[in-house]
């Protein structure tokens, strides 16, 4: 059964990087059809999708969000990565990591998530 | 602002059935990117409920169900338990953004 964990600091300063790591148990991260995304979930609001990362490192961004981002992908460890620059207090999150499942061009969908990991910017 | 468009709030009585709609437009739903639903209970992270419009992964009770005409969805659930109480959340992909879209997200409340 694939499992996927967050794992990161839970406190980063404002204007400092943010960076977490997802591990992925149960199956390879290196899958022809599958990606791997970032979503996160400020507090007592909805879902924003951050960007997705193929294994062989072709990345999607959010374009509200492209000019900070960074996603990377380790296939030795099984793991992917998420580098959010220049944070401010509306950064502060639960972020989830996911596999993003594509089965067609118009048909794909995030199963499983991580449990997700709060980050909070303050100083 | 959210792409797509969820009522922000639905209610029901225990065995009644409710919908949550989700609107979207021509550069997502209506160009015939499929819908997928997730369902979030209280401090925990999202599920899939529902992928490809209306089926149901294995274990998702068929008491939950999904459809999609034109630019919306909907989630239907019949039968409402007090174990449904939870966040209910729609997605898709949107072309003019080139990138994956959430409904807000629908607080789903069994009376």
């Known amino acids: 059964q694939l499992q996927l964990q967050e794992s990161g600091p839970g406190l980063v300063k404002p204007s400092e990087t943010l960076s977490l790591t997802c591990t992925v148990s149960g199956g390879s991260i290196s899958s022809n059809s599958h990606y791997w995304g970032w979503i996160r979930q400020p507090p007592a609001k909805g879902l924003e999708w951050i960007g997705s990362i193929y294994y062989r490192g072709n990345t999607y961004y959010n374009p509200s969000l492209k000019s900070r981002v960074t996603l990377s992908v380790d296939t030795s460890k099984n793991q992917f990565s998420l580098n959010l620059s220049s944070v401010t207090a509306a950064d502060t999150a639960v972020y989830y990591c996911?596999?993003?499942?594509?089965?067609?061009?118009?048909?794909?969908?995030?199963?499983?998530w991580g449990q997700g990991i709060l980050v909070t910017v303050s100083s | 602002q959210s792409v797509l468009t969820q009522p922000p709030s639905v209610s029901g009585a225990p065995g009644q059935r409710v919908t949550i709609s989700c609107t979207g437009s021509?550069?997502?739903?209506?160009?015939?990117?499929?819908v997928h639903w997730y369902q979030q209970l209280p401090g925990t992270a999202p599920k899939l409920l529902i992928y490809g419009n209306s089926n149901r992964p294995s274990g998702v009770p068929d008491r939950f169900s999904g459809s999609k005409s034109g630019t919306s969805a909907s989630l239907a659930i019949t039968g409402l338990q007090a174990e449904d109480e939870a966040d209910y959340y729609c997605q898709s992909y949107d072309t003019s953004l080139s990138g994956w879209v959430f409904g807000g997200g629908t607080n789903l409340t069994v009376l």
């Open positions: 996911a596999r993003l499942v594509v089965v067609t061009a118009t048909n794909n969908w995030f199963d499983p």
């Open positions: 021509s550069s997502n739903i209506g160009a015939t990117y499929d």
